[in-house]
């Protein structure tokens, strides 16, 4: 979505809009930094090997959907 020139009608709104979903892109990050920590913090995972990977590999979809709604949200307010 693009919002147009700064100086048009609703720019304001939708470039607040964009903003908002980039701001949400923190929720999916959060659980990625919460995972990683666990793969390397909690006894249970730390000591299956399996389960620690799968651990770390839920961590990194979890950035990837952060740097996604990111990129998405902050593009087109730029």
Excluded: H
């Excluded at 700064?6 to 919460?34: E, K």
């Excluded at 995972?35 to 399996?50: C, G, N």
């Excluded at 990977?53 to 979809?61: D, E, F, G, N, W």
């Amino acid at each position: 979505m693009f919002c147009g020139d700064p100086g048009s009608p609703g720019y304001a709104a939708c470039a607040t809009q964009t903003q908002l979903f980039a701001l949400a892109s923190a929720v999916p990050a959060l659980l990625g930094v919460a995972l990683f920590v666990a793969a390397f913090a909690a006894p249970s995972v730390k000591d299956d090997r399996r389960l620690r990977t799968r651990t770390l590999v839920y961590s990194l979809i979890a950035w990837a959907i952060a740097l996604a709604a990111y990129t998405v949200g902050g593009l087109p307010s730029l």
